[in-house]
């Protein structure tokens, strides 16, 4: 097994306040309800962000608590990684709003753009970035307000999204510790991209008039092609990362993988030979929110003790693009 060269030293959550039930879709005039919902996703409610609860606000709520936890101020800080499909604004990033907010000065700032992969390429990227001996700490943020990105009158995608954001300190391992990320896999296939995207509102379709009333800057989804390719997907990063970290399905104590639905996760566990039991779900309880999803379990996770020194977990990521990921961390 590798030394590893980065170790997960605290983690955080910025989870808004609002919470939306299944139920409460019918107020909007869907012809949906919680039963389909439920028994489809596993969702049950999510939290909506408002107006002030931005992108980055909830990004540093997440990244202030794994600082404290961790025990890093400001000014340690070599790099903010901010993986998001939502940012505040399209230029600059809203990385270098987080650096501000906090207050970060000596760090280099810049968001990651892989969709609900986001935050398993974002601690990839931090990983390279101590290996390569230009960062000794990162921040790696996953933070997203889907609910800007959604379309209200669309019921086959609004239901299934929620906002927030979670956050890890990455700092160099001691030498000779086995603790830090054991393994990392990613990969990509654009000719996909349609399956899951925004047709419009980028460089090539800019908003108009036409735009706005054709409602195609909001998320369109593929569900059923999209459900396929996530479980296949997930499936094979679970094997590449355990390959990777020279580990077997029963070496791992939890699965942590990305929230997009609760039967995704279960055929994903049971492709990797992972019980349910050591399989942490909250999808329940914050719908999809994208590369958010991973550092929001595993903060719950750890603040509830599933996660403790020693533990080996197995992170699992898929999302537009498509993207997908996974990395092996002994905490
Ligand atoms: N309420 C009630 N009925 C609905 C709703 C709703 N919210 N949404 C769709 N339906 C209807 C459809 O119109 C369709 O009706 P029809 O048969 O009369 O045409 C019917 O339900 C079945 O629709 P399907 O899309 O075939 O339903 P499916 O069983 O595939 O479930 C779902 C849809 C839940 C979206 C599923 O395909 C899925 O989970 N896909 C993966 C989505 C996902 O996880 N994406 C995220 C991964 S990537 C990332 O995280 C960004």
Redesign the pocket.
């Known amino acids: 097994m590798k030394r590893p060269v980065a170790y997960v030293a605290g983690t955080g959550r910025g989870i808004p306040e609002r919470v939306m039930t299944n139920h409460d879709f019918a107020a909007l005039g ?4 919680h039963e ?2 439920f028994e ?2 596993g969702i049950v409610q999510r939290h909506i962000a408002s107006d002030a609860e931005t992108t980055c606000w909830m990004a540093a709520k997440a990244a202030r608590q794994a600082m404290s936890r961790a025990g890093v101020g400001p000014g340690e800080i070599d790099a903010i990684v901010l993986s998001t499909a939502t940012p505040d604004r399209l230029l600059p990033s809203t990385a270098v709003d987080l650096q501000a907010e906090l207050g970060a000065t000596r760090a280099a700032a810049f968001d990651v753009s892989a ?2 992969s986001g935050w398993i390429y974002g601690m990839t990227v931090a990983e390279g970035l101590m290996q390569s001996g230009v960062v000794e700490t990162a921040l790696v943020v996953g933070a997203e307000k889907m609910s800007a990105i959604v379309d209200w009158r669309d ?2 995608t609004c ?2 999204f929620g906002d927030g954001a979670g956050a890890a300190v990455l700092k160099r391992a001691r030498p000779n510790s086995s603790r830090g990320i054991l393994s990392t896999f990613m990969r990509s296939d654009g000719t996909l991209a349609e399956l ?1 995207w925004r047709p419009s509102g980028g460089a090539t379709i800019p908003f108009s008039e036409r735009v706005l009333q054709d409602r195609s800057s909001f998320v369109r ?1 593929a ?2 092609e ?2 396929k390719h ?1 479980v296949r997907s997930m499936s094979e990063a679970c094997d590449r990362a355990l390959d990777g970290a020279k580990l077997r399905a029963e070496d791992i104590d939890i699965l942590i993988p ?1 929230q ?2 609760v ?2 996760i279960e055929a994903t566990a049971k492709y990797a030979s992972v019980p349910m039991d050591k399989v942490y779900v909250n999808v329940d309880r914050y719908g ?1 929110t ?1 590369s958010a999803s991973i550092p929001i379990a595993l903060d719950e996770a750890m603040e509830s003790g599933r996660v403790t020194e020693g533990t080996t977990a197995l992170c699992v990521a ?3 693009g498509f993207t997908w990921g996974s990395m092996v961390i002994r905490f």
């Open positions: 869907l012809d949906t309800n389909w919902i489809r996703t969709a609900c019921r086959s239901v299934l899951l989804m569900g059923r999209t459900f996530a990305h997009a639905n039967r995704i999809n994208s898929f999302g537009a």
